[in-house]
């Protein structure tokens, strides 16, 4: 089944403690981003990759890392967390630049 | 700026009532236009999508959209509400400047009365 796989999809932290949210997706597609959505704001985009080693920064990327070293993933690493970054994350996947987006069922994060 | 305005955060309808719900947006030039919907606890799914020729085109689940350049609108609309369209709904822009930027609005939500 063609998907895209994000992991964890819930988590609660604490402020400063680092941590991964995978994204895996296996229909073969070179373009890939990250979004935050928050009450009231929509979906914001934080960074997208147009290729394997390819990243750049979307709208709110303050705070996050991401890095693209295979096709398939593209991994958002938040190195410090705080409670401004509690949000629900959705990874997505296309084919082309402006083909449909693909997205994954989403990863709630809360930083106590 | 480029921006998406969703002006309608809530929309109630009857079931069988027909719909339409707004998308204005501001860019330099003609965007790639796109409307998505999300389900309670999922992600997004595509509806629609415009990016030249006929202004009028037809998605998923019986929507269509209408593109209206001298509006800079992109609206969605259904004749006929099923209680299974309540979700929220997404207008976005994709980036026709070679970057692979997308701007969402902030949703209009949906409830369906029986």
């Known amino acids: 089944e063609a998907q895209v796989t994000q992991n964890p999809r819930y988590l609660i932290t604490v402020t400063g403690k680092k941590l991964t949210v995978t994204c895996s997706q296996n229909m073969n597609h070179e373009y890939m981003s990250w979004y935050r959505q928050d009450p009231g704001l929509g979906l914001r985009q934080i960074y997208y990759?147009?290729?394997?080693?390819?990243?750049d920064k979307g709208d709110v990327p303050e705070g996050y890392k991401v890095s693209r070293k295979e096709k398939r993933n593209f991994p958002l690493i938040l190195e410090s967390p705080s409670p401004n970054q509690t949000s629900l994350y959705f990874c997505?996947?296309?084919?082309?630049?402006?083909?449909?987006?693909?997205f994954g069922e989403g990863s709630r994060l809360t930083v106590l | 700026a480029q921006s998406v305005t969703q002006p309608d955060i809530h929309i109630t309808v009857s079931e069988g009532a027909s719909l339409e719900l707004r998308c204005n947006y501001s860019y330099g030039a003609t965007p790639y236009l796109f409307w998505y919907v999300q389900s309670p606890g999922q992600g997004l799914q595509l509806l629609l999508k415009y990016f030249s020729g006929d202004t009028l085109v037809q998605g998923i689940k019986g929507f269509e959209a209408e593109f209206k350049r001298s509006q800079s609108s992109f609206n969605l609309r259904k004749p006929s509400v099923h209680w299974s369209d309540a979700a929220e709904y997404f207008c976005a822009v994709g980036s026709t400047s070679g970057t692979y930027k997308y701007i969402f609005g902030t949703g209009t939500r949906l409830k369906v009365l029986a």
């Open positions: 997505a996947s296309s084919v082309t630049r402006i083909g449909e987006l693909f």
């Open positions: 990759s147009m290729n394997v080693e390819v990243t």
